[in-house]
């Protein structure tokens, strides 16, 4: 009976450990991008659970969520209570969740090449994701390098 007791125990705390680093994330992209569809692929690559909705008012929920036009993309996630517009790498989402900042979320504005997603060859660029909160106030809240 102990045995099970354990057992039981040790498959509660796999299953709550599991939760805690497999995050479920919410992804708002239009039926006709083929990039988003690579960054959902990314995220599920770095563990994290994509619940996909395939939708044509993308404009109306960037306006709902106050998400400027410079910090647009060309998809909308949400994740632990924040936005995440663009091309966002899984790392830096991870990042976010992990400090709890005070943003309302971030974003890599426009569709920056070699962010995730929109790989092309050896080519990428440098962007910011910049973080963002209801007011409209921003900041970088990582940078990423172009590469030579």
Known sequence: MKLLSTL??????????SAET????????????QCCEKWIEHLKQNN????????SELDELKRKYQISAELASCHTAFVGGYIIEGHVPAS???TLLSTNLP?????APGMPAGSPGMEMGGKKDAYDVIGFDKYGH?????????SP
């Open 8 to 17: 039981t125990l040790l498959l509660i705390g796999t299953n709550l450990a």
């Open 22 to 33: 497999t995050p479920s994330i919410s992804v708002y992209r239009s039926p006709t991008c």
């Open 48 to 55: 994290f659970s994509v619940d996909d909705h395939v939708t």
């Open 138 to 146: 921003t900041e970088v809240f990582i940078h990423h390098p172009s």
């Open 103 to 107: 943003f309302a979320g971030i974003s």
């Open 92 to 94: 830096d989402i991870k």
